[in-house]
């Protein structure tokens, strides 16, 4: 009886916290049948060469350069507050509600007396970003001590002068009372690897490999397929109608006067564009969604 069991296995880490089922809905649209059992730090994964575990995104740096795993995501953030020695394969755009990057702000309350960083001369900033929070100041030769802060740190703005914290929109700060005043940094995920596991060519062609179906996949988010029935005469119309990034595909039917064609485009756009391409005479519009677009 044969062993099937692979000679070779990947070690990926996957975020937890924030990003964490984002980052599990990513692998699914790249083709990875990725999953979490209950409980557990372990996600399953369908490809045998491949094995996953759960860390939190401000420890994976670590981790990744010290060979615990052999690839991670993790914010750019994390990888400088750790000044970690890894492999930058791949930056991935997406976040917990949005495909935008985050920013590490610094916020005081609402009705607080400071209005730029200068105002916080010998004060004391609370964030979990310590040491670029501390050469940020340091940059701009103010005076400020920086605590570490526990989480939660939106409630810390009313105990020290000021926080330094990571927001998506700004919601949840303006719905805890507080006002940026500056930005301190803007991050992104990135795809990480241990620099030994990218000098073993097997290791690193599986991790391309990766990188490339996680950015198709970002890549096709918000974005849909359309396909339409078109007279030949009505041709030259359409196409001007279609804001597509490369020029669309144009397939003969078994009717010689009429064609198929099929384009890529922004979601947002699809409600307004549908009718003005039936008054123009497409026919059998149909529209999907999309896993991943490769350029």
Do not use: C, H
């Amino acid at each position: 009886m044969s062993d099937k069991t692979p000679t070779k296995k990947l070690t990926v880490g996957i975020p937890a916290g924030s990003l964490r089922e984002s980052t599990i809905e990513l692998f699914q649209r790249a083709g990875f049948a990725l999953s979490l059992p209950s409980r557990s730090y372990f996600p399953q994964i369908d490809d045998p060469e491949m094995a996953a575990v759960m860390f939190r995104a401000q420890e994976m740096s670590r981790y990744v350069a010290d060979g615990v795993v052999d690839v991670g995501i993790t914010g750019k953030d994390w990888i400088e507050e750790n000044e970690s020695d890894v492999v930058e394969v791949a930056e991935l755009v997406y976040a917990k509600r949005n495909l935008q990057p985050v920013r590490w702000v610094l916020a005081v309350l609402e009705e607080s007396k400071y209005e730029k960083p200068e105002d916080l001369s010998g004060g004391i900033v609370a964030t979990e970003l310590v040491k670029i929070t501390r050469k940020y100041f340091a940059q701009k030769g103010i005076d400020v001590k920086v605590e570490f802060s526990w989480g939660a740190t939106e409630v810390k703005a009313r105990l020290v002068d000021a926080v330094v914290d990571v927001t998506e929109t700004g919601a949840s700060l303006r719905a805890n009372g507080l006002r940026i005043i500056d930005t301190i940094m803007v991050s992104t995920p990135r795809l990480i690897a241990n620099k030994q596991a990218w000098s073993d060519e097997w290791k690193r062609e599986k991790i391309e490999n990766i990188a490339l179906l996680l950015q198709g996949a970002i890549a096709a988010y918000q974005k849909v397929g359309l396909k339409m029935n078109v007279r030949k005469s009505d041709l030259p119309a359409i196409i001007k109608l279609l804001p597509a990034e490369k020029s669309p595909t144009v397939s003969n039917l078994s009717d010689p006067d009429w064609v198929a064609v099929e384009v890529v485009l922004p979601e947002q756009i699809e409600r307004y564009l549908i009718p003005s391409l039936k008054r123009a005479g497409a026919t059998g519009i149909i529209t999907y969604r999309l896993n991943k677009v490769i350029s």
